[in-house]
Structure formats: structure tokens, C-alpha cells
T-cell receptor, first 114, second 115 residues
Framework: AQKVTQAQTEISVVEKEDVTLDCVYE???????LFWYKQPPSGELVFLIRRNSFDEQNEISGRYSWNFQKSTSSFNFTITASQVVDSAVYFC???????????FGTGTRLQVFP | GAGVSQTPSNKVTEKGKYVELRCDPI?????LYWYRQSLGQGPEFLIYFQGTGAADDSGLPNDRFFAVRPEGSVSTLKIQRTERGDSAVYLC?????????????FGPGTRLLVL
């Protein structure tokens, strides 16, 4: 069965600290996609990244980076030099090959204090 | 604004009433999805449209929930005989062609409160 676990319910950091949000997934498929979305207080889910199961290269986009490790079924997200505007709930999601839906984790609430 | 839009942004209704929630996808997107997000949880899939047809409605919780997309663009989620447990944020998303694993872009949601 497919499942996404985000064990960290809430994380608080002070501005400029680095922070890593964990995501562990379960799937029987060999082909699947992983996503991260940001949900600010306004409520709209903002797409951050999409990664397929055959591409294990880490990715960096500005202050954001993602570490995909199939061996541990993890797809962790790191924010470097966090800013107050990074405060939001972050969701990791999984999509398997033969399905149209996203399976979301329960989210991690990140609070960045000035 | 070229994003997904949803109306109303908030809806308060009484138990037993009927409600309709509207989603206007990104122009040109053929695939449309509905999700429901309860407080403190991640979104849960309800239904997926490819064009006018519901390709996957396996997430609809019961027969009180129904959705349509008659012209392949705007979609309406309909809930009959609302219950307090239906209170949640209803999110709509769209993707360009609906090919599996394509990125879904979400709207701001409709916050439904059933009293």
C-alpha cells in the first residue's frame, strides 16, 4: 500500500538557520513520482518540486534543496538560511504509476521566527 | 490571474442542506481533481476528471457526494444532506493533460463549515 510519512509535526527555527523536513514513503511500484508542496496561511498549495523514481540526483533551487534516497525511501527537503516568509505547512506527496491521485503526508508546520 | 480559482472561498451551511462548490481550472488544462483537507491533515483525493468524464471517483466518501464537469472546464462538487463531518477545506487542482504523475496545480480551496 502507498503511504507518505512526515514524522515532524511542527518545527520552529530562528531566521537564517538551516532546516530539514523529512519525508518517508512506501510503495510497491518501481516507477513513481514524489512531490513537495508549500501551504502558506492563505491556504493555497504551491508546487515546489516533482521528482521521478529513476532520478536520484539531488536538486538545488536557490535556498531549497532536496535529497532523494531510494535505499531509505526518503525524499527530504532542506531550506538553507531560512526566512520568515518560509513559514508554512509543507507537504510531501507520492504518485504511483497506475493512479491519478496524489497521496499526501500529514504535513510539517514550519515556523521561522525573526 | 491564470491560476485555479474556486468559489465560494467560504461556505457556512446547516446540517442537512445541499451545497455546491465550484472550480475553474487553469485555461487549457484537461485534467481536474478534487481533494478534501481536514484540519491538521494532508489533502485526500476525492475524484479525477479527464475532460468531461470522471476517470476515477474512488475517493468520494459516499453517495451524498457527486461532481460534474459538463463542458470539460468548470467543475462543480455537490454535497447532499450535509453532515458536520463534511466540514473541511475542499481543494481543486488541474493539470495540463492528465498524464499520470503530471504536476497538479491547486486552487485556494473552499472552506466548508456545516453547523
Amino acid at each position: 500500500a502507498q503511504k507518505v510519512t512526515q514524522a515532524q509535526t511542527e518545527i520552529s527555527v530562528v531566521e537564517k538557520e538551516d532546516v530539514t523536513l523529512d519525508c518517508v514513503y512506501e510503495t510497491r511500484d518501481t516507477t513513481y513520482y514524489l512531490f513537495w508542496y508549500k501551504q502558506p496561511p492563505s491556504g493555497e498549495l504551491v508546487f515546489l518540486i516533482r521528482r521521478n523514481s529513476f532520478d536520484e540526483q539531488n536538486e538545488i533551487s536557490g535556498r531549497y534543496s532536496w535529497n532523494f534516497q531510494k535505499s531509505t525511501s526518503s525524499f527530504n527537503f532542506t531550506i538553507t538560511a531560512s526566512q520568515v516568509v518560509d513559514s508554512a505547512v509543507y507537504f510531501c506527496a507520492l504518485s504511483e504509476l497506475n493512479t491519478d491521485k496524489l497521496i499526501f503526508g500529514t504535513g510539517t508546520r514550519l515556523q521561522v521566527f525573526p | 490571474g491564470a491560476g485555479v480559482s474556486q468559489t465560494p472561498s467560504n461556505k457556512v451551511t446547516e446540517k442537512g442542506k445541499y451545497v455546491e462548490l465550484r472550480c475553474d481550472p487553469i485555461s487549457g488544462h484537461t485534467a481536474l481533481y478534487w481533494y478534501r483537507q481536514s484540519l491538521g491533515q494532508g489533502p485526500e483525493f476525492l475524484i479525477y476528471f479527464q475532460g468531461t468524464g470522471a476517470a476515477d471517483d474512488s475517493g468520494l466518501p459516499n453517495d451524498r457526494f457527486f461532481a460534474v464537469r459538463p463542458e470539460g472546464s468548470v467543475s462543480t462538487l455537490k454535497i447532499q444532506r450535509t453532515e458536520r463531518g463534511d466540514s473541511a477545506v475542499y481543494l481543486c487542482a488541474s493539470s495540463f493533460s492528465g498524464r499520470r504523475q503530471e504536476t497538479q496545480y491547486f486552487g485556494p480551496g473552499t472552506r466548508l463549515l456545516v453547523l
